[in-house]
């Protein structure tokens, strides 16, 4: 067996780190351009009320976000930290405004 010096492993390892580097630019890269694509289509005012359909409605009132995507995370997770000790009722968001 052939053994591999200290230049040879230096070598490899930078290929291999720069090989690495380039993949996740690449996913990177489309994962940005699958955002783009998705944020061209303007969601419909109904969409951007999320619910959860279960019994016993309760409202939900949170701060808004000024992008639309963050927004809707900020949306989500308003109601996942709402729902977390009442799993069994239903959340509507009614309203968002930005409070400061």
């Given at each position: 067996m052939e053994s591999i010096s200290i230049m040879d492993g230096l070598v490899l390892?930078?290929?291999s780190m720069?090989?690495?580097f380039i993949v996740l630019a690449a996913i990177w890269g489309l994962v940005e351009m699958v955002s783009a694509l998705i944020s061209r289509q303007e969601p419909t005012e109904e969409s951007t009320k999320t619910s959860l359909t279960t019994?016993?409605?309760q409202t939900v009132h949170h701060q808004m976000v000024p992008n639309k995507k963050y927004q809707q995370v900020a949306?989500?997770?308003a109601?996942?930290?709402a729902s977390e000790d009442k799993p069994n009722k239903k959340f509507e968001i009614i309203e968002s405004k930005r409070v400061k």
């Open positions: 390892t930078i290929v720069l090989v690495v019994s016993h409605p949306e989500l997770m109601l996942v930290l």
